[in-house]
Structures are given as structure tokens and as C-alpha cells.
């Protein structure tokens, strides 16, 4: 079940990812919460980086997903869903945090070009290396 879970959110990334390379890319910067995809598309209510499962909370849960490689995505303060295309494992330790990310949207994705954290009253860009 988990295994098939996560084989199902690489495929719906991957054809999100080249349906946006196929055209009709216009760069935008969002901003929102860093969410796990697993566990947010699953359950709304899992939006911080503490999951609420069967078992109970389990702490740092969206951490622990996207080092597992499962795709993070986007969550705006409008409720707007998007899956990040950016390597999971360089942004986990920001799941549950407010982020900004500049990239090319289509279709639900969007392929990161750069993505900043929120510190304090300021910006802290993370290095999310090339995607390409």
C-alpha cells in the first residue's frame, strides 16, 4: 500500500512536470506553506510538519515523508494546492514553514526555480540545486 502511494505521487509529479515543459510555461512566485503531499492530499488537516495518523500525532511526520522522497508541495493562504518540482530531500527540514517559491507553473505543478523560507521579517533562500 505504501509502496504503491508513493509510486502514484512520482508518476502524478512526472506528468505534471512534462505536461509543464511542454508549453505554455509563465514564470510565478507563490507563496504558502511547505506541505508533505502524502499526508496533506490525504488529509487536509495535515498542513504543519506534526501528522495526525491512525496511531496518533506523529511528530515531524512531513519531514520524515520527504526525506523518503515523497513530493512536497504548496499550500497558499487562499487553499490553492500545488506540487512542488524541486528535490524533496534538499527542502525537508522546511515542511510546516512559510515559504516563496519563484518558478514556472502549469497544470498544478510548479518547477522551482528558487524557493526562499520565511526568517523572521526577511527571506533565507534555500539551495535546491539544479532539478534538470
Request: net charge positive; proline share 3%.
Amino acid at each position: 500500500m505504501k509502496r504503491s502511494m508513493i509510486l502514484v505521487l512520482a508518476l502524478a509529479l512526472t506528468v505534471g512536470v512534462f505536461s509543464a515543459l511542454a508549453g505554455g510555461m509563465g514564470g510565478k512566485t507563490i507563496e504558502g506553506t511547505l506541505v508533505d503531499s502524502k499526508c496533506y492530499l490525504m488529509s487536509s488537516k495535515n498542513i504543519g510538519n506534526d501528522h495526525m495518523t491512525p496511531g496518533g500525532e506523529m511528530p515531524g511526520c512531513g519531514t520524515m515523508c520527504a526525506k523518503m522522497g515523497i513530493p512536497t508541495g504548496l499550500l497558499t493562504a487562499e487553499g490553492k494546492y500545488l506540487t512542488l518540482a524541486v528535490p524533496s530531500l534538499k527542502v525537508a527540514n522546511y515542511v510546516g514553514q512559510t515559504v516563496r517559491a519563484t518558478g514556472m507553473a502549469k497544470s498544478g505543478t510548479l518547477i522551482v526555480q528558487k524557493l526562499e523560507v520565511k526568517k523572521g521579517s526577511g527571506w533565507e533562500e534555500v539551495n535546491v540545486g539544479g532539478m534538470m
